[in-house]
């Protein structure tokens, strides 16, 4: 790895729908040993949204592993059931808003939790083309076995915060959220 402050030539998409690619000139920074291998070197460590992206895809793969193993679930899967735990009678629609994912994620895993006895949809009253989803009670303990899961591995993965901490970085978490849901990204 190069010395802290050397400078070091990368290469960044800049226009991600062409995959145009340009040259930046970055200072580099001895990299912590938390970032991924491959990365050490580069400005990665700098950024926020790196950082952010790889950390969400990091926490999915692990959390697809660890449902698979224990509930026979894919992260999705979870997802509309916590919703739906949540907000009973919600529409798909909430869910891939709350969720934000796209319709055809949510579709597949609403299809799969039905499929399964573990939730049904009826039609909204005075809506027949509004749909209304529910979980069945095979769906309901089915969530709340995966919930005491869930709290160990948020605790393990906040160990090493104090409380202080833990509530700054949630505080951070919710005001990226905000400026995500005010459309300033794009």
């Not at 959390?63 to 009678?89: F, G, I, N």
């Not at 009253?125 to 095979?138: E, K, M, N, V």
């Not at 393990?156 to 202080?164: I, K, S």
Request: hydrophobic share 40%; glycine share 8%; net charge positive.
């Amino acid at each position: 790895m190069p010395p802290a402050g050397e400078i070091r030539t990368i290469m960044t998409n800049t226009k991600m729908a062409n995959a145009t690619t340009s040259a930046h000139t970055v200072p580099v920074a001895a990299a912590p040993a938390s970032v991924p291998q491959g990365t050490a070197g580069t400005a990665f460590e700098s950024s926020t949204f790196f950082l952010l992206v790889t950390l969400g895809n990091r926490l999915n793969v692990l959390a697809e592993r660890r449902l698979r193993r224990s509930l026979d679930l894919t992260v999705m899967e979870w997802r509309v059931l916590t919703v739906l735990s949540v907000e009973p009678a919600a529409p798909p629609g909430r869910i891939v808003t709350i969720a934000g994912v796209n319709k055809a994620a949510v579709s597949r895993a609403v299809n799969s939790l039905e499929r399964r006895g573990l939730l049904h949809r009826t039609a909204a009253p005075g809506h027949r083309l509004r749909t209304q989803l529910f979980l069945t009670p095979a769906g309901e303990e089915l969530h709340n076995r995966g919930m005491s899961d869930r709290d160990l591995a948020e605790k393990l993965l906040l160990t090493g915060f104090n409380d202080e901490e833990r509530a700054a970085f949630k505080q951070g978490m919710r005001k990226i959220m905000r400026t995500l849901d005010a459309g300033r990204l794009g």
